[in-house]
């Protein structure tokens, strides 16, 4: 499709379009960046890109919805479970190609441009980490659960990240020391600390061999034993991380994920009052694979201590 007549491009995300063509939703983004600044025109070096990012993930996901109505075209990446659509490409390249014109010093990691074999590394430039499709299963069975998720990164720091749920259009926004939003909103964690009344969140990753999934079944009965309230599984590890950020579960463990699936949900979780944490009980490590978030540290530290770990490699080595 010739960017000129791609969506992008006519919703003015791209080059040149931005002054002069009207923006579907913009009065809500100005609402949402206004929410953002916390009334506040200072300290706001990355404003202009969190509200670029709140644009281009709008139109991006209202993008995924319209695919979502014709053929897929599939296919699969590191195991038969682990797949990509062209959509996942077309949109992942749109939405990097435009944050490149407006950004030219930023540097990029994208789900597709990794699997592509473009190094996944984190350096202390400005550094954009997106999925463009978080729930390619469910997109690919119509499954109601598929987000657009942009997190920006400044010195290995987390500065902001935005999450657009492609079928309903909820918009969670966060950024550093601003706090989180959802469509607009202030998010609050759940602030249960006893295990036996939470709803706690995972996914299973995508290897299937017999000792992962082993352990990943070990590891849900543990919980289930607890006995926590309930175990659920969706299929967009973004949006589940939204969940917690939004006090509906109360927490979300996985090994398995990757960096553009944690980033933006991460400063969504921690600016609702949550933690995220490594599946050891220290810091949350980016390119590691796995990942605690919670509302309350002692929930966070009650999953801690029930997981045995699955060993999926880092985003940052080569596989
Ligand atoms: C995946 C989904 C899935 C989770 C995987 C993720 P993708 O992202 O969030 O639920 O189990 O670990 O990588 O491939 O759909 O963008």
Redesign the pocket.
């Known amino acids: 499709m010739p960017l000129e007549s791609h969506p992008l491009f006519l919703l003015g995300v791209t080059k040149g379009s931005s002054q002069s063509a009207p923006l579907r939703g913009e009065v809500r983004d100005r609402a949402v960046a206004a929410a953002l600044r916390g009334g506040s025109m200072e300290d706001d070096t990355w404003a202009e890109c969190q509200e670029v990012a709140v644009r281009i993930a709008r139109t991006a996901g209202q993008m995924v919805q319209e695919a979502v109505n014709h053929e897929k075209s599939v296919s699969s990446k590191s195991t038969p479970t682990?797949?990509?659509t062209e959509a996942?490409q077309q949109v992942e390249d749109l939405i990097i190609s435009t944050l490149r014109e407006r950004f030219p010093s930023h540097r990029f990691i994208g789900?597709e441009s990794s699997a592509a074999g473009e190094k996944c590394v984190l350096t202390d430039s400005p550094t954009w980490i997106i999925?463009p499709?978080?729930?390619?299963?469910?997109?690919v069975h119509s499954f109601p659960m598929v987000a657009v998720s942009i997190g920006f990164a400044v010195k290995k720091e987390l500065e902001f990240g935005v999450i657009y749920h492609c079928f309903d259009g909820t918009l969670y926004t966060a950024r550093r020391g601003h706090g989180a939003f959802c469509n607009g909103v202030r998010l609050q964690v759940s602030k249960e600390k006893d295990v036996s009344k939470a709803l706690i969140l995972t996914?299973?990753?995508?290897k299937r061999d017999p000792n992962t999934l082993d352990i990943f079944l070990g590891n849900m009965k543990k919980l289930l034993s607890a006995p926590v309230h309930g175990v659920r599984i969706?299929?967009?590890?973004?949006l589940?991380l939204c969940h917690v950020a939004s006090g509906a579960a109360e927490a979300y463990y996985?090994y398995?994920?990757?960096c553009?699936?944690i980033a933006a949900a991460a400063v969504i979780i921690r600016e609702a009052g949550g933690c995220v944490i490594d599946t050891t009980g220290g810091p949350l490590d980016l390119m590691s694979r796995r990942v605690v978030a919670a509302g309350s540290r002692e929930i966070a530290d009650y999953v801690v201590q029930q997981l045995q770990p699955i060993n999926y490699g880092r985003d940052d080595h080569d596989p």
């Open positions: 682990d797949l990509v996942d789900e999925d499709i978080d729930g390619t299963c469910n997109f996914e299973i990753g995508a969706i299929g967009s590890s973004t589940a996985q398995g994920l990757h553009w699936d």
